[in-house]
Antibody, heavy 114, light 108 residues
C-alpha cells in the first residue's frame, strides 16, 4: 500500500529542537522530492520546504518563516525524510504534513509551549 | 514571492449546483504551475488538480481547472454532498511555493 507516515511530533518548549520523520511505504520515494507543509490550528496551509531527489542534487528550499531554523534531509536507504526544527517558536505550533507528488501523510502535531 | 488570493472566502451553494472558485496570483505563473487541493476537517489535503487543468488520480470529472497567467479557476460542475470542504490553490512555479488562504465551500 502506498503511503507516507509522519512521526516525531509532540510538546516542546520555545527555543528547543525537534525532529520529524516522514517514512514512505510502497513506492521508490528516492526518485521524488519530499515536501513539508504545516497548518496552524484553525488556519490554512503553509509551505515549509522541500528537498529535491538526489538525482536532482538533493538540495532543499525553505519558506521565509523557517529559513535558518529548519532543515530537511533524507535517507533514501531507509525511505525516510526528516524535518529538523530548531529555535522553535510558539507560532511553529501546528500539524506538519509531508507529501510526495499527490501522496500526503496523515500529519504529526507539534505544540510549542512553555 | 508569488502571493495567491482566493475568492470568495466562503461560497454557500446547494448540492447539484455549480461551484466556481477563483485564485489570482500577484505575478504570472509560468507553465501554469498551479494546483488545487481539497481539505475536509481532520483530514490531510487531497490533490485535485495540477498543472492548472490536469486531474489527479481518481478525481471525478466533475472537478475541472482552468486559467493561465495570473488568473485560475476551479469548477465543480454539479456539487455532491462530499464536495463541501475547504479548497486551496498552490503555485509551484518558483522555488518558493505558496498557497492561497482558502475558500470554504458550505452547504446552503
Amino acid at each position: 500500500d502506498v503511503q507516507l507516515v509522519e512521526s516525531g511530533g509532540g510538546l516542546v518548549q520555545p527555543g528547543r529542537s525537534l525532529r520529524l520523520s516522514c517514512a514512505a511505504f510502497g513506492f521508490p520515494s528516492g526518485d521524488y522530492a519530499v515536501t513539508w507543509v504545516r497548518q496552524a490550528p484553525g488556519k490554512g496551509l503553509e509551505w515549509v520546504g522541500y528537498i529535491r531527489s538526489e538525482a536532482k542534487g538533493g538540495t532543499a528550499e525553505y519558506g521565509a518563516p523557517v529559513k535558518d531554523r529548519f532543515s530537511i534531509s533524507r535517507d533514501d536507504s531507509k525511505s525516510v525524510a526528516y524535518l529538523h526544527m530548531s529555535s522553535l517558536k510558539i507560532e511553529d505550533t501546528g500539524v506538519y504534513y509531508c507529501s510526495i507528488e499527490e501522496i500526503w501523510g496523515q500529519g504529526t502535531k507539534v505544540t510549542v509551549s512553555s | 514571492e508569488i502571493v495567491l488570493t482566493q475568492f470568495p472566502a466562503t461560497l454557500s451553494l446547494s448540492p447539484g449546483e455549480r461551484a466556481t472558485l477563483s485564485c489570482r496570483a500577484t505575478q504570472s505563473v509560468s507553465d501554469n504551475y498551479i494546483a488545487w487541493y481539497q481539505q475536509k476537517p481532520g483530514q490531510s489535503p487531497r490533490l485535485l488538480i495540477y498543472g492548472a487543468s490536469s486531474r489527479a488520480t481518481g478525481i471525478p470529472d466533475r472537478f475541472s481547472g482552468s486559467g493561465s497567467g495570473t488568473d485560475f479557476t476551479l469548477t465543480v460542475s454539479r456539487l455532491e454532498p462530499e464536495d463541501f470542504a475547504m479548497y486551496y490553490c498552490q503555485q509551484y512555479d518558483r522555488s518558493q511555493i505558496t498557497f492561497g488562504q482558502g475558500t470554504r465551500l458550505d452547504i446552503k
